[in-house]
């Protein structure tokens, strides 16, 4: 199918009440494990690429790839990009044939968060594409929040209302309580479950949930077996992420578990095969590691045999 713009798959989801998996690339394999993850579970699926990701595998690159993979397949995907802080960046991905893109302008003050998104809004729904925004701020790997600034980080219910009515976003990414990378808790996880109710019922639009990994104990612990050095590692218990679905959220963004499963299988058959001269033979285990972790999202996020 030709790349379906993201509102299309999302707006199905919250009508219906399930989340659709969004998963990030930056290469061939991890882009055909995902499309074959999806089509595996029959569910409709979010690609996307960070700013990071266009710098390394090339904006032009990455739209043919997702295209080509995309149109020989009978499933509803999206190609979206990850936090956009760039403006450059947003309409580079808008004029290159994304059909999503998100601004992530929560850093600033509110109001430059709502001028700056509904500048986007205006300048991608007048090409067809969808928009995600930000509000609240996800903490990144290597920020070291207390309680109280946690806290502060939160999405305000109130904050939400008025920023989706006035910026005319399509998706709206909030903050729980969730980290990026693999170490997003200190003790044990805690999320605000009740917020997403909170925001999902003044605004109705459908809800991101970013820094969703589980960061797998099996994976961890492949990975470290053969040579990986990884500490502290914490992520999302599958329930937590089936609870949040059930209260609101209709897009899961994962990236960490992809790159823990890609890394753990490298290193394996690496060190079992110090012969191999055929990068296939490494890339390929990779890719079939990445396929196991897009299936098991999707049974998680209830989007299965939904395309
Ligand atoms: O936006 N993303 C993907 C990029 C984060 C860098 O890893 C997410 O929210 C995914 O978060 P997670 O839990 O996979 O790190
Ligand atoms: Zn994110």
């Known amino acids: 199918m030709p790349l379906l713009p993201m509102s ?34 029959r569910a409709p699926v979010i690609i996307q690429c960070s700013e990071g990701a266009m710098k390394y595998a090339g904006v032009d690159t990455v ?18 990009l990850d936090h956009g802080k760039e403006f450059d960046n947003i309409i580079k991905c808008i004029r290159a044939g994304f059909t999503s893109v998100m601004i992530d302008a929560s850093h600033l003050p509110l109001e430059e968060n709502i001028a700056m998104t509904k500048k986007v809004v205006e300048i991608a729904h007048a090409a067809g594409v969808s928009v995600e925004a930000e509000l609240g701020r996800i903490a990144g790997v290597e920020d070291n929040v207390s309680t109280s600034e946690r806290d502060a980080m939160l ?22 309580g969730t980290a990026h990378g693999p170490r997003k808790f200190k003790g ?20 991101v949930m970013h820094g969703a990994s589980a960061v797998p104990k099996e994976v961890i612990d492949k990975a470290v077996r053969y040579g990986a050095e990884i500490e502290g590692a914490s992520g ?5 992420v089936s609870q949040a679905v059930a ?6 963004n994962i990236d ?19 012969k191999a001269t055929d990068p296939r033979k490494v890339l390929g285990p990779a890719k079939d590691a990445i396929v ?16």
């Not at 305000?156 to 903050?175: C, K, M, Q, Y």
């Open 236 to 240: 999302v218990p599958d329930e937590a």
């Open 256 to 274: 960490t578990d992809m790159r823990l499963a890609m890394i753990a299988a490298m290193r394996e058959v690496l060190h079992n095969n110090p």
């Open 155 to 176: 999405t305000d219910p109130g904050e939400a209302e008025r920023f989706v009515s006035e910026t005319g976003v399509d998706a709206l990414a909030i903050a729980i």
């Open 247 to 252: 209260n609101g959220i209709n897009k899961v």
């Open 292 to 307: 196991e972790i897009v299936r098991h999202k999707i049974s998680i996020l209830g989007s299965g045999a939904k395309a």
């Open 63 to 80: 739209v043919a790839m997702v295209k080509a993979l995309a149109e020989n397949v009978d499933i509803p995907v999206a190609l979206h």
């Open 188 to 207: 044990e996880p805690k999320l605000e479950m009740d917020l997403i109710r909170e925001i999902k019922s003044r605004v109705n639009i459908p809800l």
């Open 8 to 41: 299309v798959l999302l707006n199905k989801a919250n009508a219906e009440g399930y989340a659709v998996g969004a998963f990030n690339t930056n290469n061939m394999e991890i882009t055909q494990a995902i499309i074959e993850g999806a089509v595996a579970e």
